[in-house]
């Protein structure tokens, strides 16, 4: 029987680690987050003393997300609905989000601000249905789904843009946001129709 060989060990190659730190808007408690990642290059021992291999002499950069507000690239429009679901189409000028929320017409306290639309609120902050999509092309279709919603129910539905800033993205002002009226489909007669709920 054969001695086995040793086997050779591949030369470790660089990994570099890319975090994002988000700020509070209009914080002033804390220093930026710009601010706070240079500031790690101080603490390059203590980083190196819980990271296995850190090479304490890279020096860590930082860059600062520039912000911007998208805008629509043609109006967003409701576009299908069934039982339990409705969809949603819009397009936006740039990369971003969009977000929807749908209130049962008979509900419905008026029009939500872009804050409460993004947090899936209505305009009396209550938590209501809500959905959203990543729009990653400039200027094409992005589809929001939108499901558990009550058969046969009228419901408005606002919609509003966002940037991909994390945590708290930049968005559109309170003017931009879109309502559209639906009504739920009512399912065929003698149709079981099972619902779950969590």
Known sequence: MKPKQPRKLQNAGLTVIHLQI???PNSTLYPSPY???LMLNSKRTQLEERL????????????????????????????????DWSTF???????GNLYVICVKKSEDPGTPTAYQVWRGFTSRNVETFSGRVEVSQASSEFTVNITGLDYGTEYNGYIIGGSVHPG???LMPDSSVVSVSFKTNTPPIGKTVKRFFC
């Open 22 to 24: 988000m700020a509070i």
């Open 35 to 37: 601010d706070l990642a």
């Open 52 to 83: 296995n291999h850190f090479d304490h002499t890279y020096t860590i950069t930082a860059s600062n997300f520039i912000r911007y507000v998208p805008s629509y690239s043609g109006q967003p429009v409701w576009s299908e609905v069934g039982d």
């Open 89 to 95: 189409k819009g397009a936006l000028n740039t990369y």
């Open 168 to 170: 708290f993205p930049d």
